[in-house]
C-alpha cells in the first residue's frame, strides 16, 4: 500500500531526448504557439471592433478564436518548458487539471463549432427568418450552454481519477497529460475511467457531431437546388472552411481517444495529438481570414489603422 502512494509526480517523455532535436522543436512549437495566440487575437478584435463584422457568424467566430487560445494555452506553454529544462515533470494535481481544462476546452469547441453550423443552416435554408431566429441573446446561450457541457464532460472524466493510485511507473510516454496515456499507468482497474470516456464522447462528442453533420445535410441539399452555378458556389464557400476545421479536428481526436492504447503506437498517438491540440487552433484563423472575404478585408483595415496611427 506503501507504493500506492508514492508517486506525486509523473515524468514526461517529450517528443524527443536528443538535446539538439529539443532546441529545434522549442522554437518551431514557440513560433506555432505565437502564431495560434496573434492570429486568433486578431481575429477577436476584428470581429468586435469592425462594424461590418457584426452578424452571429462573426461572433461565434470570435468565440472560437477565444477557446483556441485557451486549449492551446493548457498544454503548449508546458511542453515549451520541458523542452528546455533538464527536469520535465508534472505533478499528479497538476496532470489532473490539465486533462480537466484540456476536456473542457475541447468539448466547448465542438459545441461551438455546432452554432456555426446551425447558423449557417437558418442563413442559408431559411434567410426570411434568420434575423429573428439568431438573436443576440440566443447567440449568448448557445455560446454559454457550450461552455457549460465542456465543464460537464471535462467534470464527468476528472472525477473517476481521483480514486485510481498510481506505482511504479510514472513515465508518461507523451509530451502533456492525456486521459489515455495517463490510464495506462495506474495500478488499480481503469475500466469505469474507459466506461465514463466511452459514454460522454458519445454524448458530448457524437452528439455535437450529428447536430453538425444534420445540418449540412440541410445545407447541401438546399444548395443543390439553387439554380444559379455562381449562387451554389457562393454558398458552398461560405460552408467549406468550417467543414474543413470540423473534419481536421473530429477526425483527429476520434483516432486518440477511441482506439485501444498501445505501445506500439505511440509515435503515431503523438503525431495526432499534435495535430488537434496544436495545430488546429493555428490553422483555424489561417483558414477562416483565406476562405472569408470579409475577414480579410476588415484585418487589411485594422492593419491600415494601425500603421497611420504610427
Known amino acids: 500500500m506503501e507504493n500506492?502512494?508514492?508517486?506525486?509526480?509523473?515524468?514526461?517523455?517529450?517528443?524527443?531526448?536528443?538535446?539538439?532535436?529539443?532546441?529545434?522543436?522549442?522554437?518551431?512549437?514557440?513560433?506555432?504557439?505565437l502564431v495560434t495566440l496573434s492570429g486568433n487575437a486578431a481575429i477577436m478584435v476584428v470581429t468586435r471592433i469592425d462594424s461590418s463584422l457584426q452578424s452571429p457568424m462573426f461572433f461565434f467566430l470570435s468565440h472560437l478564436a477565444f477557446v483556441d487560445i485557451c486549449y492551446s494555452s493548457v498544454t503548449v506553454p508546458k511542453m515549451l518548458g520541458n523542452l528546455i529544462t533538464m527536469q520535465k515533470t508534472i505533478s499528479k494535481e497538476g496532470c489532473i487539471a490539465q486533462i480537466f481544462f484540456f476536456f473542457q476546452a475541447a468539448c466547448a469547441e465542438v459545441f461551438i463549432l455546432s452554432s456555426m453550423a446551425y447558423d449557417r443552416y437558418v442563413a442559408i435554408c431559411d434567410p426570411l427568418h434568420y434575423t429573428t431566429i439568431m438573436k443576440k441573446e440566443i447567440c449568448r446561450q448557445l455560446v454559454a450552454g457550450a461552455w457549460t457541457f465542456g465543464f460537464l464532460y471535462a467534470l464527468v472524466n476528472v472525477l473517476p481519477l481521483l480514486n485510481l493510485h498510481f506505482c511504479m511507473n510514472n513515465t508518461i510516454s507523451h509530451y502533456s497529460c492525456e486521459l489515455p496515456s495517463l490510464l495506462m499507468l495506474s495500478c488499480t482497474p481503469t475500466l469505469t475511467n474507459f466506461i465514463v470516456l466511452l459514454i460522454s464522447v458519445f454524448i458530448f462528442g457524437v452528439g455535437s457531431l450529428f447536430l453538425t453533420l444534420i445540418s449540412y445535410i440541410y445545407i447541401i441539399s438546399s444548395v443543390l437546388k439553387i439554380h444559379s452555378s455562381e449562387g451554389r458556389r457562393k454558398a458552398f464557400s461560405t460552408c467549406s472552411s468550417h467543414l474543413i476545421v470540423v473534419g481536421l479536428f473530429y477526425i483527429a481526436a476520434f483516432f486518440r481517444y477511441m482506439k485501444p492504447s498501445s505501445d506500439s503506437l505511440i509515435v503515431l498517438d503523438k503525431v495526432v495529438s499534435i495535430q488537434y491540440s496544436i495545430l488546429t487552433p493555428m490553422l483555424n484563423p489561417i483558414i477562416y481570414s483565406l476562405k472569408n472575404k470579409d475577414i480579410k478585408n476588415a484585418l487589411a483595415r485594422m492593419f491600415q489603422k494601425c500603421k497611420f496611427l504610427r
Do not use: A, N
Open 4 to 33: 500506492l502512494t508514492v508517486i506525486t509526480e509523473f515524468i514526461l517523455t517529450g517528443l524527443s531526448s536528443d538535446p539538439l532535436l529539443q532546441l529545434l522543436l522549442f522554437l518551431m512549437f514557440l513560433i506555432i504557439f
